[in-house]
């Protein structure tokens, strides 16, 4: 699993967008995640800023509309997309076709009901396996200087991810994150499917539970359109924003008049998020 294979690569900024592919003994399929490496010197070695995609992306929506790169060469920072499940022949996908559930909706857990723990393992996937194969064919990656973001579904991913890490991330931020999985119905129905009717384990995959159960991170910056079409359902920041200042976690959740939940948001505000991170990751 540990064995690349180069997709493409593409000069940009002053650095390299590359595509590549590898089989995963996590997910038993082949699995697609894109680096973007700025020039440096023979021997440096720079720190790593992991992006976790939402609902219905794989590696290239945040490699194509996200507009991370300048800000990353001029920082300094390795940028890393990977997909948002497993995929290939043979993967079970939502039987009615919805797009919230299977296929681009890995929610980055670990299932454990049929038919969806063969392949859905998202969680070990991005906490083990892929830095592993990062640490392997990347030398200049920095692993002991890593920070994490996502959007959406990934926004989920990221605190959750650093929330139950919080040795290995110096930074997280989000993008419109799912906050509370527990209390909405994208979250309802990923959680019980993948990881079936006993609530218990679902609360290791909701930031807001986390937080009440005492996980910390050291620093958290969170973007989130006020013009969301999903806002009052399924992200309801205002939890998270009751969370942290129950528990006293430091947080900057920043409310954006008048932004929804694309690209076009998350692109506005993405050169901040790098900066914030490098600020953090500073050796």
Not at 41 to 58: D, E, F, R
Not at 66 to 84: K, L, M, N, S, V
Request: glycine share 10%; aromatic share 10%; net charge negative.
């Amino acid at each position: 699993s540990m064995t690349l294979e180069t997709l493409s690569t593409n000069r940009s900024h002053g650095g390299t967008q590359g595509v590549y592919r590898h089989a995963s003994d996590t997910t038993g399929t082949d699995m697609t995640f894109a680096v973007f490496v700025p020039d440096h010197a023979p021997g440096a070695k720079l720190p790593v800023l992991w992006y976790l995609s939402g609902l219905t992306c794989t590696h290239a929506n945040a490699m194509e509309k996200g507009e991370y790169r300048a800000a990353c060469a001029q920082h300094g920072i390795i940028f890393i997309a990977p997909d948002t499940s497993p995929r290939g022949e043979g993967v079970p996908d939502d039987p009615e076709g919805a797009w919230d559930f299977g296929l681009g909706a890995g929610f980055y857990v670990d299932a454990t009901e049929a038919p969806w723990a063969k392949n859905y393992r998202m969680r070990s996937y991005i906490e083990d396996e892929l830095p592993s194969v990062v640490l392997r064919n990347f030398p200049m990656a920095d692993m002991t200087r890593q920070g994490i973001s996502g959007h959406s579904m990934g926004g989920h991913g990221a605190l959750t991810v650093a929330l139950r890490t919080p040795d290995r991330f110096r930074s997280v931020s989000a993008f419109s994150p799912i906050v509370a999985p527990l209390q909405c119905p994208w979250g309802e129905k990923a959680l019980s499917n993948y990881l079936g009717a006993d609530r218990e384990p679902w609360s290791h995959y909701d930031a807001c539970a986390l937080i009440e159960g005492g996980a910390r991170v050291a620093d958290l910056l969170v973007d989130q359109g006020e013009a969301d079409s999903f806002l009052e359902d399924q992200l309801k920041t205002h939890l998270l924003v009751e969370a942290c200042e129950k528990a006293g976690q430091k947080a900057e959740i920043r409310m954006q008049p008048g932004y929804d939940h694309s690209y076009y948001f998350i692109s506005t505000f993405m050169a901040e998020h790098v900066a914030w991170h490098a600020e953090r990751l500073k050796a």
